[in-house]
Every structure is written in C-alpha cells, then in structure tokens.
Antibody
C-alpha cells in the first residue's frame, strides 16, 4: 500500500525556523515526484512545489519561490518542507502528496495519495 | 485569486445531480488534463478523477467529468449525504511551469 506519513503538529514563534517531513512507503520513492500543498485556515488548496528525489530537481510555484525550501533524502524515503524564518501568515495545514504523470493525448499530472497533513501554527 | 475558477458553493437534494465547473485558460486546462479532488470535513484531500475521466479504485461511477477547450465540469449523480465535501480541480500550468488548483467548491446535499 502506498502511504505518506507526515510529522506532527508544530507551534512556533515568528522568526523561528522549521522543517517538517513526509515519509513515503509502498513505492519507489526515487522515481516519482512528490509535492507540497498549503491550506490556510478555512481556505482552499495552494500548490507549493515538487521535488524529484532521484536527483533532487525542484519546481516551485512563483508564489512560494524563495519562501520555502523543498528537499528529499532518498536513503530514508523522506521529503521535507522547511522555512528559515516563519511568519504568522505561514499558519496552515501542509500536505505532502505523490505526483503522478501520464502523457497521453494531453499531459496529466495529479496528486495521489496524500499525507494526513501537518498543522503549523505560528504565533507570538 | 486562483488561476482556475470554481463556483464557491453548489447544492442539491439527495438523489439529484449536481455539476461543478472549473474554468481556466489555454496554458492550463487547454493543454493539460484536469484532476479532481474531494476533501471531506476535517480530512486530507483525496483523488477523485484523473487523466481522461479515470476514477481510482473505490470511487463510484456517479462521479464523472466532461471538458471543453479551457474548462472542465465535474458531475455527481445520485447525490448522497456522504458526498458533502469541498471539491477542487487541479492541473499543470505551462506558463507558470507549476501546478494550480481551483478555489474549491463546497457541496451541500440538502
């Protein structure tokens, strides 16, 4: 069974750093992209970025470029999302998800499965 | 402001049909397949429809999609109270070189 298990909830102060994790199992971690999605309180899903663990190639949404860092350690099948200096506006649930690709009549890229989510609360 | 536009809410009675639209442009829906996700209250999103109208194992055929050039529509027939959830469309945007989601649609089964 393909599964993504995320690290637990975090409470941090503005200006602090943070790294949350997403451990994959049940598939070849190195050969599938894996991504991060933000959901702010009461709001919709926002596509943040993806990483290919095989060579650590990353793609970021313009909205998140420079704001977060996505990384992966293929030796332990784990992806990470990190901040160097948190802001109150980073308060959200963060989901990791495997990105699957298909190239038919048109390309398809979709997330499946999703992790359970990590709640990050940033408050002074 | 999301790149993909969805209605904020839709509603219908049990047993009825409802449709949820997702409008984009030539750089996203016009050149990539759309996927749909269901997010039940308090849970993580779940893949509902992918590629060319495919459903993951366990998703009933009450869920289907149709598409035109730059828009896609999710249809749910035989509505059940358990279908009450937020629904999101998503795809790749070739101009952004990144994925995008719609703003989400809250389905209420009256």
């Amino acid at each position: 069974e393909v599964q993504l298990v995320q690290s637990g909830a975090e409470v941090k102060k503005p200006g602090e750093s943070l790294k949350i994790s997403c451990k994959a199992s049940g598939y070849s971690f190195s050969t599938d992209w894996i991504g991060w999605v933000r959901q702010m309180p009461g709001k919709g899903l926002e596509w943040m970025g993806i990483i290919y663990p095989g060579d650590s190639e990353t793609r970021y949404s313009p909205s998140f470029e420079g704001q977060v860092t996505i990384s992966a350690d293929k030796s332990i099948s784990t992806a990470y999302l990190q901040w160097s200096s948190l802001k109150a506006s980073d308060t959200a649930i963060y989901y990791c998800a495997r990105l699957l690709l298909w190239f038919g009549e048109k390309p398809a890229r979709y997330f499946d499965p999703w992790g359970q989510g990590t709640l990050v609360t940033v408050s002074s | 402001q999301s790149v993909l536009t969805q209605p904020p809410s839709v509603s219908a009675a049990p047993g009825q049909k409802v449709t949820i639209s997702c409008s984009g442009s030539s750089s996203n829906i016009g050149s990539n397949y759309v996927s749909w996700y269901q997010q039940l209250p308090g849970t993580a999103p779940k893949l509902l429809i992918y590629e060319n109208n495919k459903r993951p194992s366990g998703i009933p055929d009450r869920f289907s999609v149709s598409k035109s050039d730059t828009s896609a529509t999710l249809a749910i027939t035989g509505l059940q109270t358990g279908d009450e959830a937020d629904y999101y469309c998503g795809t790749w945007d070739s101009s952004l070189s990144a994925g995008v989601f719609g703003g989400g649609t809250k389905l209420t089964v009256l």
